[in-house]
């Protein structure tokens, strides 16, 4: 056994005898042993025999040849374009200094990358690979069992055939065994093993077994995350840990036991069992079971742009992605990219709509209501209870609104009580169907229906329905439902100490008096009501009534 270190020029170091040629400029290091050396290139293009025995041969910086000769060898190429020749015995590349990322191949013999230390190696009888500090992808070959050890980084290994050790190490680790019994173990990190081209495979992380297709055989430890084969039946469950299990199509079966899952159908009539802890299921196309278990969880469809109609109350999806799904013991729901219609059940929902004009509709328990972008709707029409919705303060309270948050809503439906609709900064509309309703839309273009009953619209500032265009507008005033406009909030004269009440002087038009408050026929179908604040004889709001309409001084509070 020999340690022999180089010069900083080009050396051949050899156990090759006295007749060895020795290349023009090299210095000539007879001193490898048959048995367990360590050859130290140093610097310069190194050519190191490793001779017999279990060798450790580093080339150094350099375009170095290393040799290993007979044994079990681990060569270290360092900078450069370096030639990598394991000979017999069972040989391995090492990187394990490497920090920028290594890429390369056993199958084709070649490293590339660009900037780093595989950039330009080629390779010959190597079995084994140790990556480096960086995300490295490393790839088998389709003959010997390859042992590839990814070190530090998030790295990609590839078995292919054989029966190969994959170790992730440390970072978040990419990991296809391939055909054969493979051994696979993720390391630190959260690492994933892929099933990519396989047959049908059935995976338990729990028990770290797998079996069918290229699984046949897997002993599995430190996966977080499963990828099924493409479009065939897998069954793959996860741990007691946070799992990703994705069917990649076909009929599969999914169980998350314990932990935070995210569970993914994709194509096809998947069964997607969260277990324990907060899971989030993906069912994608096909007709999916979705079942939660314990923990707040949630069915998403947030990846697709097809409208979904998804009720948590009855279980059952419609439209898009939900078409055909059946959904127990799910509490939440993530909407598609389109316009969705969400239900949720008795208890505390969370309804998500992302993009599209969507209809949200919490029920019972304290729901999260968020829109997203487009106009959006909640929705407590048909509920017996009256309901208050201030879309201003983004909360709820009485009936079925009890506890209820809201967040990008434009659009309020009330109940068949007498509700409280407050709308926001921005256009609304308000609708509250049956009972005596209060609606004030704020400031913007409102929308305003009262429905059955005595309704009242309120407002309080001449802000909340400008002049011209942008005033509010009533759709279904009725003197017979003995709906009145409550102006006692608005101070009809801002010359004025105190809040002051309007006049109201029907149709004719304005004297120079602050306070004076007007109707007229405006257009077809259209009456629209006049307020001037400051007496300078000019409206300071408008607000328009569909139809033509005779208003008297009983239509008001004043």
Do not use: C
Not at 260 to 285: H, K, Q, T
């Amino acid at each position: 056994m020999a340690v022999v270190n180089g010069t900083a020029g080009n050396d051949l170091i050899h156990l090759l005898g006295d007749g060895v040629v020795v290349p023009p400029g090299y210095t000539d290091i007879p001193q490898a042993t048959a048995l367990g050396d360590t050859l130290n290139g140093l610097g310069g293009n190194d050519i190191i025999h490793g001779g017999g025995g279990i060798d450790l041969i580093d080339g150094g910086i350099g375009d170095d040849k290393l040799v290993g000769g007979n044994g079990d060898d681990v060569l270290t190429g360092g900078a450069g374009g370096d030639r990598f020749e394991g000979g017999s015995g069972i040989d391995t590349i090492s990187y394990a200094g490497a920090t920028v990322a290594v890429v390369l191949n056993l199958l084709s013999g070649v490293g590339s990358g660009g900037a780093n230390d595989s950039s330009g190696d080629s390779f010959i009888d190597m079995e084994n690979v140790i990556g480096g500090l960086g995300g490295d992808t490393i790839i088998g070959n389709n003959v010997a069992a390859n042992v590839l050890d990814g070190g530090s980084g998030d790295d990609e290994l590839d078995g292919l055939a054989g029966n190969d050790t994959l170790i992730g190490g440390a970072g978040d680790d990419h990991l296809t065994g391939g055909s054969g019994a493979d051994q696979i173990d993720g390391g630190a990190g959260i690492d994933l093993v892929d099933y990519a081209g396989s047959a049908a495979v059935t995976i338990n992380l729990s028990a770290g077994t797998a079996s069918g297709g290229d699984a046949t055989g897997d002993v599995l430890s430190g996966i977080e995350n499963v990828y099924g084969a493409f479009l065939v039946n897998d069954i793959l469950t996860g741990s007691a840990g946070n799992n990703l299990l994705d069917g990649r199509g076909g009929d599969d079966v999914l169980n998350g036991l314990g932990g935070a899952d995210i569970l993914r159908g994709s194509d096809d009539d998947d069964i997607l069992n969260g277990g324990d802890g907060n899971d989030v299921l993906y069912g994608e196309n096909g007709a999916d079971q979705l079942d939660g278990g314990t923990g707040i969880d949630t069915a998403s469809y947030d990846l697709r742009p097809e409208a979904v109609i998804v009720d948590l109350a009855a279980g059952t999806g419609s439209g898009g992605e939900a078409a055909g799904d059946t959904l127990v013991g799910i509490e939440n729901i993530s909407g598609s990219q389109g316009a969705d219609t969400l239900a949720g059940d008795a208890g505390a929902n969370t309804l998500q709509g992302w993009n599209g004009d969507d209809v949200l509709r919490g029920r019972g328990g304290a729901d999260t209501l968020n829109g997203g972008a487009g106009i959006d709707l909640v929705s407590y029409w048909g509920e017996a209870t009256g309901v208050t919705v201030n879309l201003a303060t983004g909360t709820g309270s009485g009936g079925n609104a009890a506890g209820d948050t809201f967040a990008a809503i434009e659009n309020v439906n009330g109940s068949n009580g007498g509700d409280t609709l407050i709308g926001s900064s921005g256009a609304n509309a308000l609708s509250g169907f049956g009972g005596a309703d209060v609606l004030r839309g704020g400031t913007g273009k409102d929308m305003l229906t009262g429905g059955a009953g005595a309704d009242r619209f309120s407002y309080v500032a001449i802000a909340d329905s400008t002049v011209g265009a942008n005033a509010d507008r009533i759709t279904d005033f009725s003197h017979a439902q003995g709906d009145r406009i409550d102006l006692s909030l608005m101070d009809a004269n801002t010359g004025a100490p105190g809040d002051q009440a309007f006049t109201f002087i029907g149709n004719g038009l304005y004297t120079g008096v602050a306070g004076q408050l007007r109707f007229a026929v405006t257009a077809p179908g259209v009456t629209t009501i006049a307020g001037d604040v400051d007496g300078n004889g000019t409206s300071d709001f408008h607000i328009q009534l569909t139809g033509t309409i005779a208003l008297v001084a009983a239509d008001f509070v004043l």
